[in-house]
């Protein structure tokens, strides 16, 4: 059965301050997702990765994948309220398969 | 470019009833796909899409079925609902299943069943 876990599922932390989400996932696949999404909104795609080694950045977030360890990284940088959301990995082709979310609150 | 849109937004029915949801897929997208997603849990996979047949489902029963039409807009119609049904369904498009393409997801469906 594939799956895909994250941790912390829960993290609230103060501005300024950086933190990694982390996305252990179970197949062979080469690319994974990662989306944001705000409550009772749809997901914003934010990262698509699609090999081994890849970094993505995009203003404080940025996202690597290692496929042979199964783990992708998400890393907040200086973290800015406007951040708060939930955060969530998936992998696959035709079946995305995701992560239960990781809920991300941060605190003037 | 249009992006992919749902309607309904908002919807309540009551258990035993039947409901249609609606997806227009991005333009010169072929291939939808479906997610249910229960508050406070990740978007599950229901079934995708492609040149109007079935290519793919995930473990959702049969009351779950769906349409897609020549101009590739796609129908999720759950009959017999049950309460836990309750859920935001995600529609997604993208051009290619074959090639693996990223999916875009519209706005979605909030489906409350009391």
């Known amino acids: 059965e594939l799956k895909v876990e994250q941790n912390p599922l829960f993290l609230s932390m103060q501005e300024g301050k950086n933190y990694t989400i982390y996305c252990n996932y179970s197949t062979t696949s080469d690319r994974l997702y990662w989306y944001r999404q705000d409550p009772g909104k749809s997901l914003e795609s934010l990262f698509v990765l699609l090999s081994n080694g890849a970094v993505k950045q995009e203003g404080r977030l940025m996202a690597s994948l290692d496929t042979k360890a199964r783990l992708s990284t998400l890393h907040i940088t200086a973290a800015v309220h406007d951040l708060s959301a939930t955060y969530f990995c998936a992998e696959g082709a035709q079946k995305l398969v995701f992560g239960q979310g990781t809920r991300l609150t941060i605190n003037p | 470019e249009t992006g992919v849109t749902q309607s309904p937004t908002h919807l309540i029915k009551t258990r035993g009833q039947q409901v249609t949801l609606r997806c227009s897929s991005q333009?010169?997208?072929?291939?939808v796909s479906w997610y249910q997603q229960a508050l406070g849990q990740g978007p599950q996979f229901i079934f995708q899409y492609y040149r109007e047949e079935e290519n793919g489902r995930g473990n959702f029963p049969p009351r779950f079925s769906g349409l897609q039409f020549p101009n590739y807009s796609s129908e999720l119609n759950v009959n017999a609902l049950e309460l836990d049904d309750s859920a935001l369904y995600l529609c997604a498009s993208s051009l290619n299943p074959q090639e693996r393409a990223e999916q875009f997801f519209g706005p979605g469906t909030r489906l409350t069943v009391l």
């Open positions: 333009s010169g997208h072929n291939t």
